[in-house]
């Protein structure tokens, strides 16, 4: 999308937003039976869903098993109607692509810093999150997400897990920008993207992914949007959870407004 | 609020993808108007608000205070009429199905207007404050209407203006009444509309170019084709319909012709020059005159213009034709550019516009109009005025010229100015050297200075020292973004069009003696060989021990008595300097020539007083030396530590085919030379020589810099040939002038963050950018070239206002068709004399493209040949002065009994036009 300009004169982004500006974020706990905690999370058109379940016994060989701290299984998938970039050639086998894989990793990074894994010793906690919709920002949104549903299954946890990004624009007039929050047609103008996950309790950063060059004089105002963006999306997904009754079925609750 | 936009789109590969874009709409957005209450101020970053209290000037349609605005096709056509700025607030509205975007865009402007005046009401404001709503949409404005909105035409209201009247001039005329006066033949095919060209671009019918108008032709031009294919890379258009209105660097579709009707590019000189707008049959007459039968292999693709893919029309400067008709309102206006066609204006002011200098923008050109449509912009002055004139060549040759401003002048050092602890970081302290700076008489932007003193072990240390100009101008602020802007500093014949402001320019960086300077140094250790050993970069302070001319300096060496310091430094590079010459002749590199004048200006009045042609001294070539040895030093550095982003310069080899021309003429006078490489042009020239004609090496080598490339500057991430032709250097950059170059000042920025003297920034390590920058320097250096050329060429006009009839010797340079283009060595004025003459008979011209040679009824001209011709001001003209010249020796004899005599156009070629002078019988 080369030309594309992702802030105009009047200092407005593609979709309306200003540059500090989060898309609309929509949360829901408890969202499925089965698991043992489950959360839906909406930034703007991106949808995830994810699902805990465990602690329990570690399934398969043992051996792999840490005899000191919970063993973390991390699955991320993209349905195959999501859209945006994931695509794929040959049909999802149990949720395969680069992408989801990369994604996996690097969630599982996350949450072995928020985890408090040794009060789970020798035993195995899984979390699958699926993008259903993809519109940019599905890396942070997963992290989000995955949070809260193990904050639903009620494991315990340093603090809340939230992940935000932030992108630069460089107006061809007047200084650039951080963008918090970018979307699928931002993301493709190929531009730095930062992706920040924060374990909100203890203001750490658990995550801290930069993908194109960025001098490390902009480094500063980048990670500043990105780690606004974590603590606004903190502030709602808080709401969220205080509003949900941990021991009742959240399904039959009204959208949050 | 929040929408969604929903839309399915085909792939590349044919899959059907639904793509759902989020729309947020706001309701935080101030209306900017600042006596409205109801909105909290506009936050950060939004554009400045509206007066209080609305204070345009009083309209005779609205007597009440009102804002205005202009409808956006309205705004793009009249920037130069409107002076209140509109702001639209994004009011939403839905599409509807079946409307077009445009008439959308159209309703919701209304909308706007509506928003505004119902907004504007709730404010308790005493007066009522209206929101007028211009457009010159008809349908738009009876629907505004329609819907109770205060609407006019743009025409409606500014001729309702009672204070500036002028104004009116300077509507564009996009009005459809012109079509009516015009009659209805129309002259040109349609324009093919945008999206099929881009739909033939794609399928190869067409080609995408940029369109070239020929200076010397006005009816043939060249379409250079974007990409990278080898064959078609120029297209030559030839003739009015081919042309098809298309404008001097438009972005233009061409479609190729049928190979049978493709033309040799012709090397006939014609103007313009038709003042009745009628005569079309005279047109196709002229044209025919083009399509003379040349040898097959000199025809090249042809192709005709149609349609235009992007208009790159600018102001234009100028003046006025005024038209013979007593009170029309319609007049000619004739650009400064030949390469522009005259544009139709429309003036109630045409008496005094008349021998004034204006500027003239283009409205549209329609199908049924021989020019172009134009409005008045704006007065600069008298014609031949020294004021006006210099404004032209700049405005004409697109040079910043304005003084700077205020935010640039804040980000100067603060006077008085010292050297502090802080710039003494990372800095050597050079001050016990000693440095001398040789430059020419009256210079004061002294950026180089130099030193050369024997060390223990038998060597010598050798130091070029430059102005750390990069220590002023840090990255980023205002200074440094209008120094990018300007690019290089303009020397014009009385006055220098700085880059960076005086202070810096002529003080605080210029290396002036016997006061402390900050600095970049290149300092190398050499034997006595002039082989280098070592090289060291540092930033450092210095004192410069004398600023010499190059007279001085020859002098103080010459001279047996002086056994100074300085002196003895002198001497020293001197003799390295002659070696490392040497050296540089053996590996290839090329002496060219190119006439340089110098014009010895009258102290009081400017005007020029004497012309010589410039000397150069030994002194010159050894300042040169030292120059590019750190030149290439530095290329080299800065390429090792920043492969990817480094700013150098190249100099291409030029295609054999350049040659020709010269390899032809020296044939003429038994003469080989080679050309097959740089070196063995260089010896084929040094071996050029003929004893009975001293002056033709010089010739020679003056042609020889015609078939040469530009040198260019590029990035070294987006390029992968850094040879640099000319120098015979493998990788060469500029280091040594940062007080008149921006490319200097970037390699310098490299260069201190190379050694660890400095630090990045952003743009600085972007290839992307670095190359866009390294494109706009490229233009500025090329137009500052023209314009110095121009500059040259209106003293020399000056100069010769006041000398009357001057004969002189003059060499031929190149033989054209019907012209010959010779050179005057002892003012380095060049120009072209016709044979032929408009409803005379013409004399007996016969071209051979072979030789090349033209005879004239019974006198061959050749390329070198010595003739004499008598130099004079020609102003009949007063919009192109010119160098008439009459061929005295050897005499044309035509078949009638008068001379023919023939005008000349001063270097740039401004004006070409013959006439009998009856005075004159053989």
Known sequence: MAGLELVSDAGFRADGRRPDELRKVRARLGVLARADGSAYLEQGNTKVLAAVYGPHEVRGSRSKAPPDRALLCCRCSSAPFAGGGERRRRPPQGGGDRRSGERALLLRGVLEGAVLGQLYPRSQIDVHVQVLQADGGELGASVSAAGLALQDAGVALRGPVVAGSAGLAEPPAGPPVALSDLSAAEEAAGGPRLVVATVAGSGQLALCQLSARLHQERLRPVLDAAQAACRGLHAVLDGVVRASDPLGDTRTLPWPQ | MLTSRTFVKRTRAGAVVKVVREHYLRDDIACGAAACRLCTPAGSGSAPGLEARPSGPASSLCPGPHFLLPDTNLLLHQVSASGTEGRVVETYIEQKRGETSNDRNDRAIRVAVKWYNEHLKKTEDAEKIEVIFLTNDNTNKEKALEEGITAYTCEEYIKSLTANPELVDRLACVSDEGKEIEGGKIIFPEHIPLSKLQQGIKSGIYLQGTYRANRENYLEATVW???????????????????????????????????????????????????NEEDIENEEEKENILKTSVSKDMLRPTGRVVGIIKRNWRPYCGMLSKSQIKEARRHLFTPADRRIPRIRIETRQADTLEGQRIIVAIDGWPRNSRYPNGHFVKNLGSAGDKETETEVLLLEHDVPHQAFSQAVLSFLPKMPWSITEEDMKHREDLRHLTVCSVDPPGCTDIDDALHC????????????????????????????EESVKRGTTVYLCEKRIDMVPELLSSNLCSLRSNVDRLAFSCIWEMNHKAEILKTRFTKSIINSKASLTYAEAQMRIDSATMNDDITLSLRGLNKLAKILKKKRIENGALTLASPEVRFHMDSETHDPIDLQTKELKETNSMVEEFMLLANISVAQKIYDEFPEFALLRKHPAPPPSNYDILVKAAKSKNLEIKTDSAKALAESLDKAESPTFPYLNTLLRILTTRCMMQAVYFCSGMDNDFHHYGLASPIYTHFTSPIRRYADIIVHRLLAVAIGADSTYPELTDKHKLAEMCKNLNYRHKMAQYAQRASVAFHTQLFFKTKGVVNEDAYILFVRKNAIVVLIPKYGLEGTV?????????????????????????????????????????????????????????????????????????????????????????
């Open chain 2, 834 to 922: 016709f044979f032929e003459e408009k409803d005379k008979p013409t004399p007996k011209l016969e071209y051979n493209s072979e030789v090349p040679s033209l005879t004239v009824e019974d006198t061959i001209f050749h390329v070198f040949d010595k003739v004499k011709v008598n130099i004079m001001l020609d102003d009949s003209n007063i919009q192109h002065q010119k160098m008439r010249m009459v061929l005295v020796e050897p005499k044309v004899r035509p078949k009638i009994p008068r001379t023919i005599l023939s005008f000349i156009n001063v270097k740039n070629h401004h004006v070409v036009k013959w006439k009998f002078n009856p005075e004159e019988k053989t």
């Open chain 2, 453 to 480: 003193r024997e060390i223990g072990n038998g060597n010598l240390e050798v130091g070029v020292h430059i102005a750390d100009v990069s220590h002023f101008i840090r990255p980023g602020n205002a200074l440094d």
């Open chain 2, 225 to 275: 084709v974007h990409g990278d294919a080898e064959e078609n890379k120029e297209i030559i258009v030839q003739g009015l319909k081919h042309l098809n209105r298309a404008i001097h660097e438009d972005v233009v579709a061409v479609e190729l012709l049928a190979k049978d009707e493709w033309v040799a590019p012709s090397s006939v000189v014609l103007q313009d020059d038709g003042q």
